[in-house]
């Protein structure tokens, strides 16, 4: 079990979740930008996850407790692939912001990273929720 400090509950967590996450990972698409011998222009070369989608907006588990002015001012860096431990390192006001110490964002992270979630039946939320009722103590 992973403690909620700054605040957070299970059920303001959850609500962050659902206000800033659309109900699917953030990730951001690599396109090749010209045909070459293994993709054709427009392909798909690789998707990693972000902390906010600059394209639709979408916002990962951790990404959804950033604040909006720290997204707005730092959109490369949210938009860049980058573990929460080096994030919060490099913005350290950010740790006030966070749900849980650096394991457990780590693995909330992980949660929201994996693809296991397709093999449940459950919706990405209710996957995420789930994680929270599973892992979070208040």
């Not at 959109?75 to 431990?85: M, T």
């Not at 949660?111 to 939320?125: E, N, P, Y």
Request: glycine share 6%.
């Amino acid at each position: 079990m992973y403690k909620l400090i700054n605040g957070y509950t299970k059920e303001s967590l959850k609500e962050l979740i659902l206000k800033h996450n659309k109900g699917k990972p953030a990730s951001y698409e690599c396109l090749a930008e010209e045909d070459d011998e293994y993709h054709c222009k427009g392909d798909v070369i690789s998707d990693y996850c972000v902390y906010f989608n600059p394209v639709d907006e979408n916002r990962c588990a951790i990404g959804c407790c950033l604040p909006d002015s720290f997204i707005e001012m730092n959109r490369s860096v949210v938009s860049d692939e980058i573990d929460v431990a080096t994030l919060v390192r490099d913005y350290p006001e950010l740790g006030e912001h966070m749900p849980f110490d650096i394991t457990g964002c780590t693995r909330f992270q992980d949660a929201h990273d994996s693809d296991g979630w397709k093999k449940t039946g459950l919706t990405f939320h209710e996957h995420l929720c789930k994680w929270i009722d599973e892992n979070a103590c208040d």
